[in-house]
């Protein structure tokens, strides 16, 4: 990767090609089997960190105090965090015009609860998400999807510099 180390925190059973592989579950394809608070790279080593339908499966206050800042000190100083996750405006707005049955709002809202960890405990628009992304000391902080299909899910998707 000559310096470019592309991680995939929470890639469950789908992993992505040209990033290492990090889940806390050892399913196929999963390169590294940790805790992605504690994850086997020094700071400074990593050139981007994507993550998709994970930060939701935190407290907020966890993900401000301690996720965001410890992926935050992971990055190069060029590095780059790719967040994808729920919209949750996207999700009430289609909830509210008749889009969206309430059966899938609250299966996107606390998780499908089908394996232990896959319960939700945050659900973010993009502005709350940019603004924590801010408040943690990320900068050029964009949303550059935002409400993007993902099976039933609107999803965003949220890049920021380290």
């Known amino acids: 990767m000559k310096g470019r180390v592309k991680i995939n925190l929470g ?46 499966h935190f407290r907020e206050h966890q993900s401000r105090v301690v996720i965001l800042p410890y992926w935050r000190s992971l990055l190069q100083p060029d590095g780059q965090l790719r967040i994808i996750c729920p919209n949750w405006a996207a999700m009430l707005n289609q909830m509210n015009s008749g889009k969206m049955t309430l059966s899938l709002f609250k299966k996107i809202t606390f998780g499908a609860q089908d394996y232990e960890g896959d319960d939700h405990f945050a659900m973010y628009t993009p502005e709350t998400l940019e603004n924590l992304l801010r408040e943690v000391g990320f900068s050029q902080v964009e949303a550059i999807v935002l409400d993007r299909m993902n099976g039933g899910c609107p999803e965003m998707e949220i890049v920021a510099k380290g």
């Open 11 to 56: 890639c469950g059973e789908k992993p992505l090609p040209d990033y290492i592989n990090i889940d806390s579950r050892p399913l196929p394809d999963v390169d590294i089997v940790a805790d992605i608070r504690r994850i086997p790279y020094e700071p400074g080593s990593l050139f981007e960190i994507s993550s998709a339908h994970l930060i939701e």
